[in-house]
């Protein structure tokens, strides 16, 4: 197969708002927290807005993110545009990077997880996918941010970071392929932003990287077409 194959039926744009409620019966507000790492401001606004909402419900999730529900539903444009306000970094979408402390908070990491992350939120940001993209960031081999089972993972060595793609951690699990080794910031940056835009412009459903992968005749098709 080739990337033609994944032709089938054209992908809508990815809304820049993204609200996937549960169940249709429970509303839900989601903020955008890059990489779980809020600053005092954000902290004290989300604070601010949950008493003036009385939201009695707040859960981190997997995605280090903050998911509020439990709130009178007709409270819910307000309660999103009390959040972003001015903010639009805030605005919920349907990426995320999930990223160790790195060098900030951890003595096993051998790189700084959260700068790489911040670049790569910026590069998600701004590219339109066929589906959702959940991008790992792993200072260490221990891998603590599930690198290897995200659709795009970074996992830093001695020598630099090694770049994958391809994973999913889903109801069909598969292990992320690796890409390229032994890569500086620059680089593993670079070969992030080829990946992405290889996969928008070559996959045409709303499938996730590892079906993708699948479908073009696995991750050597992927590298000769991003000159790898």
Known sequence: MGAADCEQQPHAPQPHIHMKNPTPSIDVVKPRIAMGDVSREQWDNLTDVIHRYDIPNIKLTSGQRILLSGFDPKDKPAILADIIGDNKSMAPIPHYVQACPGT????????DALHLGE????LVSGIDLPAKVKIGVSACPRCCAE?????????????????????????????????????????????????LEFYATQCKTRIRTA?????????????????L
């Open 104 to 111: 900030k908070g951890c003595k096993f990491a051998v790189a």
């Open 211 to 227: 079906r993708f992968v699948d479908r073009v005749g696995g991750i050597e098709t992927i590298k000769n077409g991003i000159d």
């Open 147 to 195: 690198s290897r089972v995200r659709d795009l993972g970074f996992l830093a060595k001695k020598n630099g970071w090694t770049v994958t793609f391809g994973g999913n951690a889903g109801a069909r699990p598969r292990i992320a392929d690796v890409v390229a080794e032994g890569l500086n910031d620059e680089e593993a940056l670079d070969v992030a932003k080829r990946l």
């Open 119 to 122: 670049q790569l939120e910026a």
